[in-house]
């Protein structure tokens, strides 16, 4: 590690040592660059890693809401606008009781890298609220996420902040913002990705993560010479993440033995597929916190309460629930079960221990970061943003044809990068440095802004 890496971290611990997500993320992003940083002093120079640390606007408010029984709440709700070197900032907006300023720190921060590997012109951002729409009826969402955008809205717009969804927030609550902004905008713009099908949405976007994930290790099987055609496959979560990366998995002849939820997981012998991929959206609406309906319905699977599903012997592990949902542990007990690839489909659903030693066994087992795997989500939103922008909309099969092609992209950069700077397979690394080149060099290229 370059002793300039090792002074900004250390400084970033003294000055926020409770913002403990946002500090993994940065330590892992910063240790990766190390190599780019020794050959290149024009980066110390201009001071890149400290500007780059600092997002370039935090804003918190107040969201007042009433409950069903008249009963007044109050949550706090954040924007983070971290980059905007290369694009407008572009993330999504969380709802979920765990959400903190950290939380979307380090949400914001990945998300720079992530954006600049898809190639197309956004920045970096995120936001969100601890408010959690489980259990809440329709009217009680609605209504917090019109309190929500009253405050939002002033801060974002199609060439300043374009939000989408996240956790939490799915096409019912992107409505009711889009609905609200429009509303106090008095404007129709493509201010929100992840809309509806008949008010500006893309085609594929709730699949999209999920389906860039497989292929993105589809691509990285490939340089194995190996495909996911045959493959036995641990998925975890059950959400739009977990739901896409299950049908194009199973699309492109893998079998997917298990989803999970914060109760446990679910192992079904036979393969997820076909009607059980599709109960998988009603499970969502039954109840977000559970998979157990799933074994309740389909008598062949088990359901393994307050267990992870990566103990099971499997050929590709897909965590697509949540960040640190990985451990050292379960690295470890993946790559000694013949584990050949681990693509993250989460943001940064692994511990930094397990990364670490993921990328210390490069040569047993393909690891791949969430800054690269999972684009396709932000990928597809950046292609809802250019058919707002036309005023047109694109088939199912070109946008997917159009997410196939940036994974591609994404896979080769990242690859490309891992080789230039000395650290060939090492897809974090390459992740990193591919990400962070285009980012460093605009933010130069701009001045001290």
């Known amino acids: 590690m370059s002793q300039y890496v090792n002074e900004v971290l250390e400084g970033l611990k003294k000055k926020a040592p409770w913002e403990s997500l946002f500090i993994q993320a940065a330590t892992e992003i910063l240790h990766s660059l190390a190599p780019v940083l020794e050959k290149e002093p024009k980066y110390k ?7 780059i640390l600092e997002p370039e606007r935090a804003i918190g408010f107040r969201v007042p809401w009433v409950d069903d029984k008249g009963v ?5 709700g954040w924007r983070v606008q971290f980059s905007s070197a290369i694009g407008p900032y572009k993330g999504g907006i969380r709802f979920h009781p765990n959400v903190t300023l950290d939380t979307l720190k380090f949400l914001g921060f990945e998300q720079i890298f992530k954006n600049s590997l898809t190639g197309l012109p956004m920045g970096g951002g ?5 408010f959690d729409p489980n259990g809440k009826s329709d009217a009680e969402v609605m209504r917090f996420c019109q309190s929500f955008m009253m405050e939002l809205f002033r801060h974002i717009g199609p060439d300043t902040d374009v939000p ?3 956790i939490g927030v799915g096409g019912r609550e992107v409505g009711y913002m889009f609905g609200m902004y429009k509303k106090l905008a008095n404007e129709f713009t493509g201010v929100l990705t992840g809309k509806g099908q008949y008010w500006g949405g893309s085609l594929v976007r709730p699949e999209a993560t999920g389906y860039g994930v497989v292929y993105f290790a589809e691509e990285a099987l490939k340089t194995k010479g ?39 997981y679910i192992y079904d012998a036979d393969g997820i ?5 599709e109960y998988m959206t009603e499970m969502l609406r039954i109840d977000r916190m559970s998979v157990a309906p799933y074994a309740e319905k389909f008598k062949t699977a088990q359901f393994h309460a307050g267990k992870r599903p990566w103990e099971q012997k499997v050929d590709v592990a897909l965590p697509c629930a949540i960040q640190n949902e990985l451990n050292l542990d379960e690295a470890k007990a993946l790559l000694a079960n013949g584990c050949q690839a681990v693509i993250e489909g989460a943001n940064m659903p692994s511990t930094l221990d397990a990364v670490e030693f993921f990328q210390a066994n490069t040569d047993k087992i393909l690891f791949a970061p969430g800054k690269a795997s999972n684009a396709g989500g932000v990928a597809t939103s950046g292609l809802e943003m250019s058919q707002n922008s036309m005023r047109l909309g694109w ?31 090492n897809y974090v690394n390459g992740a990193n440095i591919a990400g962070f080149l285009k ?8 001045g001290l802004v």
Do not use: Y
């Open 395 to 425: 088939t199912a099969e070109e946008v997917d044809a159009r997410l196939h092609q940036i994974m591609i992209n994404i896979h080769k950069s990242c690859v490309d990068a891992a080789n230039r700077f000395g650290t060939p397979g």
């Open 226 to 264: 190996d495909s996911m055609k045959g493959k036995k496959v641990a998925v975890s979560g059950f959400g739009n993440v977990a739901w896409g990366a299950v049908a194009k998995a199973t699309q492109l002849g893998a079998k997917v033995v298990t989803i999970s939820g914060p109760d446990g």
């Open 45 to 51: 120079k201009n001071a890149i890693l400290e500007r």
């Open 72 to 76: 007044i709440r109050v949550n706090p």
């Open 273 to 277: 597929s076909g009607e059980k991929i």
């Open 164 to 166: 989408a969804g996240d």
């Open 439 to 446: 980012v460093a060099d605009s933010m130069i290229d701009q």
């Open 126 to 130: 995120k936001g969100g609220s601890n």
